[in-house]
């Protein structure tokens, strides 16, 4: 086994660059910070039309194919999407509904957001987390979550999402390390 995490990042976004785009970005780049890693990224801006034509697996496209190999060989998902109407899109749940139900059994997943306003927040807890729930995945204890006012000509520019970022990595680790090694997952944070 190698020391470096295989890391996916998976961007529901129907566009790119994007502000789910950014936040993502900036969660691996803090999670290299702290571990080694192989980052790859699944966006859904680069798979439609083609996602939106797979009505079952075995009819994929080699693009539609790829990511979801991609998603399922992870050892840790950075997925993220933007906040549409309360809950993520459509086409976000339609690429998790092609994903094998066992392939992401005990998998690590840092869940990330972003959207319009903080009213939007929950969608971490009351979407994301009941989503990887069905497939027995491992969502991190914290999520991240960024509002339109968060970012600025491309980049974060807010210090309050910049240290949850910080945050969730830090609460991530010791749970990355006991799952790569084979332990049960830590019964608290440490802080």
């Known amino acids: 086994m190698s020391d470096r995490l295989n890391v996916i990042a998976v961007s529901g976004s129907p566009n790119h660059p994007s502000k789910t785009d950014t936040l993502l970005a900036a969660v691996i780049a803090e999670l290299g910070s702290k571990r080694p890693l192989n980052a790859r990224s699944v966006r859904l801006s680069a798979l439609h039309p083609d996602l939106g034509a797979t009505l079952q697996r075995p009819g994929a496209s080699y693009k539609v194919a790829e990511a979801l190999e991609l998603i399922e060989s992870a050892d840790l998902l950075v997925v993220g999407t933007p906040v549409y109407r309360g809950a993520y899109?459509?086409?976000?749940?339609?690429?998790?509904?092609?994903?094998?139900?066992?392939?992401?059994?005990?998998?690590?997943?840092?869940?990330?957001?972003?959207?319009?306003?903080?009213r939007h927040s929950l969608v971490l807890d009351h979407q994301l987390r009941p989503l990887f729930a069905f497939f027995r995945s491992l969502p991190l204890p914290l999520g991240v979550y960024g509002t339109d006012g968060d970012f600025a000509d491309g980049r974060i520019a807010s210090?309050?999402?910049s240290a949850r970022i910080a945050l969730a990595v830090q609460y991530a680790l010791p749970w990355l390390t006991a799952h790569r090694a084979g332990r049960p997952a830590p019964l608290r944070l440490s802080a």
């Open 159 to 161: 210090d309050a999402l």
């Open 89 to 118: 899109s459509g086409l976000f749940k339609h690429l998790f509904d092609l994903v094998h139900q066992d392939a992401l059994r005990s998998k690590p997943v840092l869940l990330v957001a972003t959207g319009g306003s903080e």
